[in-house]
């Protein structure tokens, strides 16, 4: 029992960075229906900045360096901290948020999910990969009640937060201006009669909300030191503790984080026990907010409020695929050209490349066609991986066979991921996706026993004695694999093609654009979910699948949520309502052509993430059709013109070469049975 | 004989929003080829009505179709066995052609369609489900238009046609003739009447007494979520707890 409450006492630690976390998304919810995804990543800054500054007297700027000629004090270092939080607050909602504040939900997600591969890519430039221990300025000993010891650490560190949890709560109470805020948030013209501009309103929250987070994760590095991986995803649970907080009470808020820190706290005393199964040891720190999040859902699942989720996700249009057979021969003999030609360096750039456009491809299906937000693709693509080790290596599932379970494997997750979305839709779903994604990381992939740390080797691929692995002897970038992926592409090329011009495709554009309609036109919007997941996450299983091949053995890095994230950032930026955004996607991925040029031409580094990550911001806010249809726009003007002055053809735009543009009168003809 | 003949019948519906009662017992019968009006001033509970009967929000009280009961089933369901519905608003697919928005009711996707998709041979009668479907609401050859391109009169006639591709038994049309003007308001209670005479009963709701009164069978009136009258079209003229309850002023001056 006395171990309980100490148990407890600590695990108040953790609780009160989710308290600094949940208040902050709260504030900025509140203040301008956005859920920042990038909170965590956003209070991290501030807090490397001090940590920094305690640790060598350096102080990191997003670019150069000022040195003090000692380390300074804690108050000092944190007001530095504080003031780069309040400047990062600024700076995030003129450049990032204040844009897409009446933008979609997807836009907004995605905004906010750039920023957040944008802050993490950048903390790693500056602050370096590894974890900064941060030496702790909070008072250590224990306070010893009845027989119980209890830490002073952790209890201070609830208590700051808690008054500053009071003090967000008190502003939206009792001030003007956070009245307002509340006000805005139901009805945002009543705010601007009231006298008050939406805007400053937003402004203050973000910069509030970003000062109280970074004061929780100075605090938190104190107990784990900071890492920029870490702390990104630390939002995650705090995600989970807003919608219990049902997007509303900072108190809720405040309640949550703490019984989830405590709870968190205690599981890892209890799976320290010798009957708890080895095999449930690993990340349960990260499935305990999953749980939760579908527990809270499938309970209040409707009656969360709905701001910024009732609206649609407003997409570009999609035009749908149209096989050319001509173009499509084209497209595949250049591709195949360029494999032979290339060095094997750019080979397996390429090879990558292809892989990493299918990943983008089940995001065009999942998001692109039904409208829904998925983070969880890379998990759907790791599952696939891991399984197809077991299966080529302990059961010598023959090749061409195994992709195929191992990708239904993917799909069946996919649909069980895709059961929330039954009920939640636009952010929500984003959130347990994410939730989804990162509790199969931890659990799954990061898991010993079931993965083990020696490695996950995969078995040759072979067929008719033809061997299609990606290496033999010195040649690291075998012909057979490339053309083996080239292949499997064009496959699962057809496979969406035939897809999205059939009655699915034209059923998940329903679903997407109304779902109220799609039912009174006879559609089971349920079943098309879960049929868009299953065929998204059987896509990524493929893609999954081969990467495994491309890299003889897995690796949970392969598949994690930032890696998923990173591709979804790509997947947007070509373009996600089309196959030749993900095309472009592909081009542009890691790992992929285009990065491996940049990497032989110039030392890039880390800042291929923060320019992923870049871009992302800048084309959720000014071109949301992607690369790929602003290309085809292009491509449709000059092709106006060019008729027009009865000239030459325009050329062929290589990227959406077999998806030729067509008028919606061209359509529903079906020019030809693929 | 059947105790429940084909059709659409509906026995004490009741819906409960929260403390408030928007239908209370409303029972009505609408019979294959006939056209059915249901009227009653704003807010009596017209729509909340055809939300119950097509599963939209959930209600006591039962519903059935062509001597099926149906309350219970979910909205697709009904949709797929042939009670369909239009909205007021609209709710076509906005970035969807209006052949394709015609095509989603008639073929609605589900896992039989993925296989075909996949693995079967491509079909080509596409064309006529839609044209037939767009002839029937005088909207030929706007196949190839986005929907949201339209006007909203036109919207609602596409609403109406996507109502009745696949198979329609029996036609909810919630105001559809809101937003014609009065000459089209003239030329679309003929197309009622036409597609009435193919087979599906129609229960038309709307504010245009003109039309309602002109081309209805039957007519009910409803008023705080209760029926006040049901009977012929000439009836509901004169009768004075209509007149009374419907407006406040004699039906003639509304007519005129």
């Given at each position: 029992m006395t171990t309980l409450i100490e148990f407890a006492a600590l695990g108040l630690g953790l609780g009160a960075v989710y308290v600094g976390l949940s208040t902050g998304l709260l504030l900025v919810y509140r203040a301008t229906g956005i859920i920042n995804f990038a909170q965590g990543a956003m209070a991290m800054w501030g807090a490397y900045v001090f940590a920094q500054l305690q640790k060598d007297g350096s102080l990191v700027l997003p670019v150069g360096t000022l040195y003090f000629p000692e380390p300074p004090g804690v108050a000092v270092s944190l007001l530095i901290g504080l003031v780069n939080a309040f400047l990062l607050g600024v700076l995030a909602h003129y450049l990032v948020f204040r844009p897409v504040r009446r933008a979609p939900a997807l836009a907004q997600v995605v905004v906010s999910i750039g920023l957040m591969v944008s802050l993490q890519a950048l903390a790693v430039i500056r602050f370096g990969p590894n974890s900064v221990k941060v030496d702790s300025f909070l008072p250590d000993g224990t306070i010893t009640v009845g027989s119980v010891e209890l830490p002073q650490r952790e209890l201070t560190m609830a208590a700051i937060m808690v008054v500053l949890a009071a003090i967000a709560w008190a502003y939206l109470r009792f001030t003007h201006s956070g009245r307002a805020t509340r006000a805005a948030a139901e009805n945002e013209r009543g705010a601007v009669l009231m006298g008050f501009s939406a805007d400053r309103l937003a402004l203050i929250a973000l910069v509030m909300g970003t000062l109280i987070s970074t004061v929780s994760v100075v605090l938190g590095g104190v107990l784990t030191g900071l890492s920029p991986t870490n702390y990104t995803l630390l939002v995650v649970p705090a995600l989970a503790v807003v919608l219990v907080a049902r997007l509303e009470s900072i108190w809720l808020g405040v309640a949550g984080s703490l019984v989830l820190g405590i709870f968190q706290s205690e599981l890892s005393l209890l799976s320290t026990r010798s009957w708890w199964p080895t095999w449930a040891q690993s990340g349960l720190d990260q499935v305990l907010p999953f749980l939760v999040v579908m527990v809270i859902l499938f309970a209040f699942g409707k009656r969360l409020p709905a701001r910024g989720t009732l609206q649609a996700v407003r997409l570009p249009d999609v035009v749908l695929p149209r096989f050319v057979p001509w173009k499509a021969l084209a497209l595949v003999l250049v591709a195949g050209v360029a494999l032979v030609v290339l060095s094997p360096t750019y080979r397996f750039g390429l090879t990558t490349s292809l892989i990493v456009a299918m990943l983008a491809l089940s995001y065009v299906v999942i998001t692109g066609y039904l409208g829904q937000i998925s983070l969880a693709q890379s998990a759907f693509a790791g599952a696939a991986g891991f399984t197809l080790s077991k299966l080529t290596t302990a059961w010598n599932v023959p090749f061409p066979l195994a992709i195929l379970v191992c990708s239904l494997v993917a799909a069946a997750l996919g649909m069980l991921v895709a059961l929330p979305a039954f009920r939640i839709r636009g952010v929500q779903l984003a959130i347990v996706t994410i939730a989804a994604a990162l509790a199969i990381e931890r659990?799954?992939?990061?898991?010993y026993s079931l993965t083990p740390a020696t490695g996950n080797p995969i078995g040759r691929p072979t067929l008719f004695g033809i061997d299609f692995a990606v290496r033999s002897g010195r040649d690291l970038s075998r012909l057979g694999f490339s053309f083996m992926v080239l292949a499997v592409l064009v496959l699962v090329v057809l496979l969406f093609v035939r897809v999205a011009r059939g009655d699915t495709g034209r059923a998940f554009l329903a679903v997407r654009a109304n779902e109220r309609a799609a039912a009174s036109a006879g559609i089971d919007v349920r079943r098309t979910k879960l049929i868009g997941f299953g065929l998204s996450a059987f896509i990524a299983g493929i893609a999954g699948c081969l990467i495994g091949y491309s890299q003889g053995q897995l690796s949970a890095e392969s598949f994690s949520v930032v890696v998923g994230l990173t591709i979804l950032a790509v997947a947007y930026l070509g373009g996600i309502t089309s196959f030749g955004g993900a095309l472009v996607a592909g081009l542009l991925g890691p790992l992929g052509l285009v990065y491996t040029a940049l990497h032989q031409w110039f030392d890039l580094g880390d800042a291929y993430a923060l320019i992923t990550g870049l871009g992302l911001i800048l084309t959720a806010i000014l071109n949301p059709s992607g690369i790929a249809g602003e290309t085809r726009h292009q491509v449709e003007w000059l092709t106006g013109k060019l008729r027009r002055t009865r000239s030459?053809?325009?050329?062929?735009e290589p990227a959406d070469a077999a998806v030729a543009p067509s008028a919606p009168a061209e359509t529903r003809r079906m020019t030809t049975g693929v | 004989m059947s105790e429940h003949p084909a059709g659409l019948r509906t026995e004490q519906l009741t819906v409960r929003y929260g403390g408030v009662v928007a239908n209370s017992d409303v029972s009505l019968t609408v019979e294959p080829g006939q056209v059915v009006g249901l009227i009653g001033p704003n807010g009596a509970g017209k729509t909340t009505f055809v939300d119950a009967v097509t599963g939209f929000t959930g209600s006591e009280g039962h519903v059935w179709l062509n001597g099926r009961r149906i309350d219970g089933l979910a909205p697709h369901r009904r949709r797929q066995i042939g009670l369909t519905r239009t909205w007021q608003s609209g709710e076509l697919f906005g970035n969807l052609t209006v052949a394709e928005n015609i095509l989603v009711a008639a073929r609605p996707g589900g896992v039989a369609a993925l296989g075909r998709d996949v693995f079967g041979r491509r079909r080509s009668r596409n064309d006529q489900v839609v044209e037939r479907a767009l002839t029937a609401v005088g909207l030929e050859g706007v196949g190839r238009a986005l929907a949201r391109d339209l006007t909203l009169g036109q919207q609602k006639l596409v609403g109406v046609a996507r109502a009745l591709a696949g198979t329609c038994e029996l036609l909810l049309l919630d105001e559809p003739a809101a937003g014609l003007d009065s000459h089209e308001s003239l030329e679309f209670a003929g197309r009622v009447r036409a597609i009435a005479e193919q087979g599906p009963g129609i229960l038309l709701i709307d504010h245009d007494m003109s039309l309602v009164l002109g081309v209805c069978d039957v007519v009910y009136v409803l008023e705080f979520g209760k029926l006040i009258f049901t009977g012929p079209p000439d009836a509901a003229r004169t009768d004075p707890a209509v007149v009374a309850a419907y407006l406040g002023v004699p039906m003639e001056s509304v007519d005129a």
């Amino acid at each position: 029992m006395t171990t309980l409450i100490e148990f407890a006492a600590l695990g108040l630690g953790l609780g009160a960075v989710y308290v600094g976390l949940s208040t902050g998304l709260l504030l900025v919810y509140r203040a301008t229906g956005i859920i920042n995804f990038a909170q965590g990543a956003m209070a991290m800054w501030g807090a490397y900045v001090f940590a920094q500054l305690q640790k060598d007297g350096s102080l990191v700027l997003p670019v150069g360096t000022l040195y003090f000629p000692e380390p300074p004090g804690v108050a000092v270092s944190l007001l530095i901290g504080l003031v780069n939080a309040f400047l990062l607050g600024v700076l995030a909602h003129y450049l990032v948020f204040r844009p897409v504040r009446r933008a979609p939900a997807l836009a907004q997600v995605v905004v906010s999910i750039g920023l957040m591969v944008s802050l993490q890519a950048l903390a790693v430039i500056r602050f370096g990969p590894n974890s900064v221990k941060v030496d702790s300025f909070l008072p250590d000993g224990t306070i010893t009640v009845g027989s119980v010891e209890l830490p002073q650490r952790e209890l201070t560190m609830a208590a700051i937060m808690v008054v500053l949890a009071a003090i967000a709560w008190a502003y939206l109470r009792f001030t003007h201006s956070g009245r307002a805020t509340r006000a805005a948030a139901e009805n945002e013209r009543g705010a601007v009669l009231m006298g008050f501009s939406a805007d400053r309103l937003a402004l203050i929250a973000l910069v509030m909300g970003t000062l109280i987070s970074t004061v929780s994760v100075v605090l938190g590095g104190v107990l784990t030191g900071l890492s920029p991986t870490n702390y990104t995803l630390l939002v995650v649970p705090a995600l989970a503790v807003v919608l219990v907080a049902r997007l509303e009470s900072i108190w809720l808020g405040v309640a949550g984080s703490l019984v989830l820190g405590i709870f968190q706290s205690e599981l890892s005393l209890l799976s320290t026990r010798s009957w708890w199964p080895t095999w449930a040891q690993s990340g349960l720190d990260q499935v305990l907010p999953f749980l939760v999040v579908m527990v809270i859902l499938f309970a209040f699942g409707k009656r969360l409020p709905a701001r910024g989720t009732l609206q649609a996700v407003r997409l570009p249009d999609v035009v749908l695929p149209r096989f050319v057979p001509w173009k499509a021969l084209a497209l595949v003999l250049v591709a195949g050209v360029a494999l032979v030609v290339l060095s094997p360096t750019y080979r397996f750039g390429l090879t990558t490349s292809l892989i990493v456009a299918m990943l983008a491809l089940s995001y065009v299906v999942i998001t692109g066609y039904l409208g829904q937000i998925s983070l969880a693709q890379s998990a759907f693509a790791g599952a696939a991986g891991f399984t197809l080790s077991k299966l080529t290596t302990a059961w010598n599932v023959p090749f061409p066979l195994a992709i195929l379970v191992c990708s239904l494997v993917a799909a069946a997750l996919g649909m069980l991921v895709a059961l929330p979305a039954f009920r939640i839709r636009g952010v929500q779903l984003a959130i347990v996706t994410i939730a989804a994604a990162l509790a199969i990381e931890r659990f799954v992939f990061d898991n010993y026993s079931l993965t083990p740390a020696t490695g996950n080797p995969i078995g040759r691929p072979t067929l008719f004695g033809i061997d299609f692995a990606v290496r033999s002897g010195r040649d690291l970038s075998r012909l057979g694999f490339s053309f083996m992926v080239l292949a499997v592409l064009v496959l699962v090329v057809l496979l969406f093609v035939r897809v999205a011009r059939g009655d699915t495709g034209r059923a998940f554009l329903a679903v997407r654009a109304n779902e109220r309609a799609a039912a009174s036109a006879g559609i089971d919007v349920r079943r098309t979910k879960l049929i868009g997941f299953g065929l998204s996450a059987f896509i990524a299983g493929i893609a999954g699948c081969l990467i495994g091949y491309s890299q003889g053995q897995l690796s949970a890095e392969s598949f994690s949520v930032v890696v998923g994230l990173t591709i979804l950032a790509v997947a947007y930026l070509g373009g996600i309502t089309s196959f030749g955004g993900a095309l472009v996607a592909g081009l542009l991925g890691p790992l992929g052509l285009v990065y491996t040029a940049l990497h032989q031409w110039f030392d890039l580094g880390d800042a291929y993430a923060l320019i992923t990550g870049l871009g992302l911001i800048l084309t959720a806010i000014l071109n949301p059709s992607g690369i790929a249809g602003e290309t085809r726009h292009q491509v449709e003007w000059l092709t106006g013109k060019l008729r027009r002055t009865r000239s030459l053809p325009a050329p062929r735009e290589p990227a959406d070469a077999a998806v030729a543009p067509s008028a919606p009168a061209e359509t529903r003809r079906m020019t030809t049975g693929v | 004989m059947s105790e429940h003949p084909a059709g659409l019948r509906t026995e004490q519906l009741t819906v409960r929003y929260g403390g408030v009662v928007a239908n209370s017992d409303v029972s009505l019968t609408v019979e294959p080829g006939q056209v059915v009006g249901l009227i009653g001033p704003n807010g009596a509970g017209k729509t909340t009505f055809v939300d119950a009967v097509t599963g939209f929000t959930g209600s006591e009280g039962h519903v059935w179709l062509n001597g099926r009961r149906i309350d219970g089933l979910a909205p697709h369901r009904r949709r797929q066995i042939g009670l369909t519905r239009t909205w007021q608003s609209g709710e076509l697919f906005g970035n969807l052609t209006v052949a394709e928005n015609i095509l989603v009711a008639a073929r609605p996707g589900g896992v039989a369609a993925l296989g075909r998709d996949v693995f079967g041979r491509r079909r080509s009668r596409n064309d006529q489900v839609v044209e037939r479907a767009l002839t029937a609401v005088g909207l030929e050859g706007v196949g190839r238009a986005l929907a949201r391109d339209l006007t909203l009169g036109q919207q609602k006639l596409v609403g109406v046609a996507r109502a009745l591709a696949g198979t329609c038994e029996l036609l909810l049309l919630d105001e559809p003739a809101a937003g014609l003007d009065s000459h089209e308001s003239l030329e679309f209670a003929g197309r009622v009447r036409a597609i009435a005479e193919q087979g599906p009963g129609i229960l038309l709701i709307d504010h245009d007494m003109s039309l309602v009164l002109g081309v209805c069978d039957v007519v009910y009136v409803l008023e705080f979520g209760k029926l006040i009258f049901t009977g012929p079209p000439d009836a509901a003229r004169t009768d004075p707890a209509v007149v009374a309850a419907y407006l406040g002023v004699p039906m003639e001056s509304v007519d005129a």
